[in-house]
């Protein structure tokens, strides 16, 4: 007879409530949305509900761990066991260590969003390397950055369903986040108005009630005259401003400097619209939506801090309707609390040596958002061994080969390596260039528990069916590989003590009073929690308030006030390329090996105005070649003519490679723009992010 398992679908940080059928051979039958979770409300996408079970029962799914037999890249590989592969890696890497010190070693996984992030972090800790890579330079990292060092505390805190106001900027969630664009819709129902901030037209967009399109890029001027017109009409929060946030006297003065008119003509918005946006916004209570949009530039934290000072000057900091703090229950812990843990970290001493902590500070090493080391700097200490050499490196769930820019220089700095681990779920272009590759569970196979400030809410994620063929989690793997490490003496500090996932997850659930065997039932667990309590819970900044003046910021030398900072390469190029549009589709790299997504969605689009192809001699459903900027290479496009592009932008998509392409690129340095990209440069000199948008590029047809 079938059960019906509740969970949540933990593909992406939309953590999405649902019910998982399972027939009585043990396979999932289907998955269908939980119309009664409290933070989704039925809401869901078909990445969860085709994506997923297909990913687990795929005929081309990794099922046995594999060691290579050929040349690295030759597809050459031989069946061996879990005990002769954790005996190989842990030879090697000990060697490695041995003979180049601890910080030789390094990981890669996607970030801290989900437990693998954490659980390499300490696997790496506990071999004594501070050393590991995320993708979030690339997706949130500034975001985040602004954000701890405003103090503010709100990321994924968007209170939609009170507003009065929606603030979105450079987010589309009709194919992001369906939790978020359901509460939209819903929001626009009842009469909450929308200002949208988008130089690309989006379903968003075309519901706002106000659209304000920007050249790619030049956001933190609208942002800045906003603030302005804020002040000048008096507009702002004077109570909270004057109680809870710092250095608004700097912040105005600032500010001044960027009237409507100046914004305008940065912007290429009218200074009308821009005023209008402030009116609307100052009209609260009113909630900021950000997204990638404005996030992976190297103007990307002073644009943050721009929107991030607006929240707080209007007063919708942990205010109904505005944008939350984080909440959790007492007792309580996060991954991301754990890699802050003191009884989890190496002495700071050795955290400073993190790739990129001195130039990052707040990036990479002790002081660092995930404390995660600076990926571009990282790929350089592959390739010529500065700082110091990095020689052997274990890469769990992410596909580095096709997500970082400058795809030629990442492919060079793995092939560089001496030793290479990849745990992945199928052959992908990271995976064909590794030594040794295990077989990884997906998310319907093992348990995580997770903070979901949507909510706010704890989730869980069931392990609703046994693992496919050999496939083990990230915990496990890396227990397994921990124990021969320290056989061989080569463990530095006892940093990761759990031996199994749910001996992990009960540790995160503490003494917060919630039931493991409760969550396991329902799926989600809701908290009781106070708004507005500043005093309780000072903002976590040097001076307890927000810090419009950032005392972080200007403590590493960087300035301590929003500003419009130009990007890079210059907003005035005859051609402007934009990245990161994402799909229904595709999370990133994912699902590219899927039949219903390739029909769906089979080729990487270049969006491109009428006026701009015909320029260009470009026709829609051709083929055409793009170079940027900077960039080492090109890489070829469909050409879609579409009137939601500005003239002289082009936009697309991330991701893109083919399975069925021959190895070990799969179609990597072909069909996708990160080949096309550069990860050198000009880069945030808080995030070390360089620009994946507003890149002055080249089209001419295939």
Known sequence: MDRVVASTCWECSAYCGSLITVNDAGRVGKITPNPEHPISKGAFCVKGMRGLPEWTYHADRLLHPMRRVGERGSGQWQRISWDAALDEMADRMAAIRARHGAR????????????????????????????????????????????????LGITNGDDIAHAATMLLVGRNPVAADPVQWQAIKRARQRGAKLVVI?????????LADLWLAPRPGTDAAIALAMIQVMIAERLYDSGFVERWCHGFDALAERTAAYPPERAASLSGVPAQQIIQAARFYADGPACFVSGHGIDAASNGVQTFRAFHCLVAIGGNVDRVGG???????????????????????????????TIGAERFPLWAGPRGW????????????????????????????VNIAVMYPDTRRTLAALRSLDFLCVAA???????????????????????????NQGGPGITYTAAAVAPQGEARCDLTIAVGLLDRMRARGAVTAELLPWRTKQDFNAFLVGDSGLSLEALRRDGYAMFPYTMGDFVKEPFRTPSGRVELYSQTLAAVGLDPLPDYVAPAA????????????REKTY?????????????VSPDPLMHIHPLTAADHGLRDGEWALLEAAGGNGTCRLKVHVSER?????????????????????????????????SYEGVMDPASGSVDTGAIPCRVRAA
Not at 375 to 387: C, E, H, I, K, Y
Not at 570 to 581: F, N, R, S, V
Not at 587 to 599: E, G, I, N, T, V
């Open 104 to 151: 030789s070693l390094i990981g890669a996984v996607s970030g801290a969003a989900f437990s693998r992030g954490a659980i390499v972090a300490l696997l790496l800790r506990s071999l004594g390397s501070p050393n590991w890579m995320i993708n979030q330079d690339l997706c949130g990292g500034c975001r985040a950055v602004s954000d701890r060092a405003t103090g």
């Open 198 to 206: 988008d130089p690309f037209r989006t379903p968003a967009a075309e």
């Open 323 to 353: 944008n939350r703090r984080s909440k959790r229950p007492r007792g309580f812990l996060t991954y991301l609390d754990l890699l802050h843990d003191a009884r989890f970290r190496l002495p700071e001493t050795v955290e400073r040596q």
């Open 370 to 397: 995930q404390t995660a080391c600076h990926n571009s700097s990282a790929l350089q200490a592959m390739l010529t061994g500065d700082p110091y050499p990095v020689r052997g490196a274990y890469v769990s769930g």
């Open 425 to 451: 779920h199928s052959m992908t272009p990271t995976a064909a260039l590794a030594d040794i590759v295990l077989p990884k569970t997906t998310t319907l196979e093992e348990e995580e528990v997770a903070l």
């Open 570 to 581: 210059g907003a005035d190029a005859e051609l402007l390329l934009q990245t990161g549009q």
């Open 587 to 599: 999370h990133h790299s994912r699902f590219r090996d899927q039949a219903w997504a390739r029909k």
């Open 645 to 677: 592009t500005q003239p002289g932008v082009i936009t697309t998509g991330i991701g893109w490679w083919r399975p069925e392409a021959p190895g070990p690129e799969f179609g990597v340095l072909d069909i996708n723009v990160n080949a096309a990209l």
